[in-house]
């Protein structure tokens, strides 16, 4: 069983939907939970991360962590073309002994189609 | 403010070459990652280097690859006697602060290694 688990996709959908991208984990000594967009041939780029358990907003994006079900999920809002690419969640631990690796999902693709 | 610089961005390796794939951190950056991204997968953590030191290699595959982070200059991960399996892209991240659950990671825009 990998640690992080994410459906690869593809999913399409139109112009101005709401997208739901989703992960789960089997590790509970995660802590750090974050969200990569990744552009075709292009690196990741940090969206947006939250640590420990709840909601996070910015802008059309909202992440959500609930540790007790290891699940996690970004939502975006008004969804546009421009935001079609690859989302990937990853995770991290916390403390003593973390060394801020990183690990990911298998990436969603997402279109937005106009 | 320049990103994080991997050079180069292309590379083609005859089966049984050696690659050398260099990651120039952002400025004030002295901690390094290596990911590799195999076609329709995640990125996979490979190994992580502060200035001369290698802090965690656990992904690291056991033989042909290695990494280096001198005191001056680029990172390097080497791969020796590639093979058509190492065929990918290969990323590195560079944060200011030691294991900040990645928060501080800035990625860069990787390098596709190909072997024939």
């Known amino acids: 069983q990998k640690e992080v688990e994410q459906d690869p996709g593809p999913l399409s959908v139109p112009e101005g939907a709401i997208v739901s991208l989703n992960c789960t984990y089997s590790?509970?000594?995660?802590?750090?939970f974050m969200w990569y967009r990744q552009y075709s041939r292009k690196g990741p780029e940090l969206l947006m991360y939250t640590y420990s358990s709840g909601n996070k907003e910015d802008g059309r994006f909202t992440a959500q962590v609930d540790k007790s079900s290891k699940y996690i999920s970004l939502f975006i809002r008004d969804s546009q073309p421009s935001d079609s690419a690859t989302y990937l969640c990853?995770?991290?631990?916390?403390?003593?002994?973390?060394?801020?690796?990183?690990?990911f999902g298998q990436g969603t693709t997402l279109q937005v189609k106009p | 403010n320049a990103g994080v610089m991997q050079n180069p961005r292309h590379l083609v390796r005859r089966r049984g070459q050696e690659a050398r794939l260099r990651c120039s951190p952002m400025?004030?950056?002295?901690?390094v990652y290596w990911y590799r991204q195999l076609p329709e997968e995640g990125l996979k953590f490979m190994v992580y280097l502060q200035k001369e030191n290698i802090i965690d290699e656990s992904g690291m595959p056991k033989e042909r690859f290695s990494a280096e982070f001198p005191k001056e200059g680029p990172s390097i991960l080497r791969i020796q006697q590639v093979v058509r399996g190492d065929s990918a892209a290969y990323f590195c991240?560079?944060?200011?602060?030691?294991?900040?659950?990645?928060?501080?990671?800035?990625f860069g825009q990787g390098t596709r290694l190909t072997v024939v």
């Open positions: 990853a995770m991290s631990g916390h403390g003593s002994g973390n060394t801020g690796k990183l690990i």
């Open positions: 590790n509970s000594a995660f802590q750090y």
């Open positions: 400025k004030g950056h002295s901690h």
């Open positions: 991240a560079s944060s200011p602060l030691i294991g900040q659950g990645g928060t501080e990671a800035f």
